[in-house]
């Protein structure tokens, strides 16, 4: 499962990335493939930790794009933090399913039974089938809302990325906090925040809801802002 949600990464990156670059080319394949290959390739390296291909991967695809976009980093930024910001609100809604689905089953399992360690082992291991589908299908609806949000690509400056990344931010760092909250060690044993919290099965994926409503309402009204400059201009050229 680790192998392939290291390619669905990949895959919905470049699905992103069509859409605001939606000019096909070689190069792109190129810079696709070695994506991939860079990030299997620090998966199998011994030792390596996983967090490490977050930032060299954000260092190639910037790389690229200051080569192929003739040194205009804003929207490659964007598209990269808009990425980060996707996968870690999929990552929140899909832990919440498989927080829920794993204890359903494990309550089904009956503990007297010889093979209840069998049991619980498969349950496990469909709990992280689970979520990696939860995962891909939460991660498919929010880039095909954005396809249909984005109705064409535009320029982008430092500040309209600075507008439209507040979002991203916060979705970042609810990820992070609930990462660092979720199980913590203490002296009388482990606190698990969705044991100890019941409800927060069903209030972590909501507040992911509401921060990506968020940041597709800011691209939505900034879109709708641009086209109203262009109409403005085209007004006032027409009036000269």
């Known amino acids: 499962t680790a192998i392939c949600h290291v390619i669905l990464q990949v895959l919905f990156f470049a699905m992103i990335w069509e859409i605001f670059y939606p000019e096909r080319e070689r190069k792109r394949l190129a810079g696709l493939g ?4 860079m990030n299997l390739l620090m998966y199998f390296w011994p030792g390596m930790d996983s967090w490490y291909r977050y930032p060299l991967s954000a260092a190639l695809i910037l790389g690229y794009a200051w080569i192929c976009c003739q040194r205009h980093l804003e929207k490659a930024l964007f ?9 870690a609100l999929s990552f929140l ?3 919440s399913i498989h927080q829920w689905g794993t204890e359903w089953m494990l309550q089904r399992l009956d503990p007297g039974s010889e093979v209840y360690l069998l049991q619980i082992y498969e349950s496990t291991a469909w709990g992280q089938k689970l979520m990696l589908a939860s995962y891909g299908f939460v991660f498919l609806v929010m880039v095909f809302i954005l396809g249909k949000i984005v109705k064409r690509p535009w320029d982008m400056s430092w500040q309209d990325v600075v507008f439209l990344s507040f979002p991203n931010a916060a979705g970042g760092m609810l990820a992070r906090m609930m990462l660092d909250i979720s199980m913590v060690k203490m002296e009388q ?11 927060m099965v069903w209030k972590v994926p909501l507040v992911a809801i509401f921060l990506y409503m968020g940041e597709m309402s800011a691209i939505y009204i900034f879109q ?17």
């Not at 044993?189 to 409800?199: C, I, Q, T, Y």
């Not at 109409?231 to 006032?236: A, S």
């Open 34 to 37: 070695g994506l991939l290959g």
């Open 79 to 87: 598209v990269l933090l808009l990425f980060y910001n996707f996968h």
């Open 93 to 95: 809604i899909a832990n």
């Open 189 to 199: 044993g482990m606190f698990l925040l969705f044991d100890e919290k019941r409800d």
């Open 224 to 240: 709708q802002y641009e086209k109203l400059q262009q109409e403005r201009q085209k007004h006032f050229v027409e009036e000269q």
